[in-house]
């Protein structure tokens, strides 16, 4: 029964971890996608301040939905239907 029990906490702590790494990296999309779209935009049209633009308005973008995901997770256990 313990043995079960070990790895069932297991398996949940794994799950958690794989929860986090896959926000983390949706985050880095959120900050990095702005600047390259501002690059394509510049090399497009010949211009050198979309992709400066692109990357600020991705790092506050990005910054701002990290903040509001720390603040969303109270490290309690998640509730089905919530």
């Not at 297991?10 to 702005?34: E, G």
């Not at 690059?39 to 903040?67: E, H, K, N, P």
Request: glycine share 12%.
């Amino acid at each position: 029964m313990n043995r079960e029990s070990d790895s069932n906490n297991q398996q949940r702590q794994q799950s958690r971890a794989m929860d986090w790494v896959s926000r983390v990296l949706s985050i880095c999309v959120v900050m990095v996608l702005p600047g390259l779209g501002g690059q394509w935009l510049d090399r497009r049209f010949g211009t050198s301040y979309w992709t400066v633009l692109g990357f600020m308005f991705g790092f506050v973008s990005g910054f701002t939905a990290l903040i509001l995901l720390v603040k969303r997770d109270d490290g309690g256990p998640k509730q089905s239907g919530q």
